[in-house]
């Protein structure tokens, strides 16, 4: 059974750092794009980074400059570093891992909440 798991959210003033983690089966890991999500109260879930199985990242416009994803594959984790956090960043962050064609695993998330 494939397991994704996030760890790392918390409470931090605006300004601050925070890094996720988010650990993966190694039976996929290798071959996964690995995904960071965040979901805020009334909002729909929105992507905040990806990285491919070969390492090559993406990042939402809103976080480019500040967040930086990377992955580790001697240990099957992916991490966000997310620096000079806002207010408007809080929400649950989610990993997900895809295995092509379809495959999707979602993690159970973590709270990051920035006070002002």
């Known amino acids: 059974q494939v397991q994704v798991v996030e760890s790392g959210g918390g409470l931090v003033q605006a300004g601050g750092s925070l890094r996720l983690s988010c650990s993966a089966s190694r039976s996929i890991f290798g071959i996964a794009t690995m995904g960071w999500y965040r979901q805020a109260p009334g909002n729909e879930r929105e992507l905040v980074a990806t990285?491919?199985?070969?390492?090559?990242?993406n990042y939402a416009n809103s976080v480019k400059g500040r967040f930086t994803i990377s992955r580790d594959y001697a240990r099957s984790t992916v991490y966000l570093q997310m620096n000079s956090l806002k207010p408007e960043d809080t929400a649950v962050y989610y990993c997900?891992?895809?295995?092509?064609?379809?495959?999707?695993?979602w993690g159970q998330g973590t709270q990051v909440t920035v006070s002002s």
């Open positions: 997900r891992a895809t295995v092509a064609p379809s495959s999707t695993y």
């Open positions: 990285i491919t199985y070969r390492g090559t990242p």
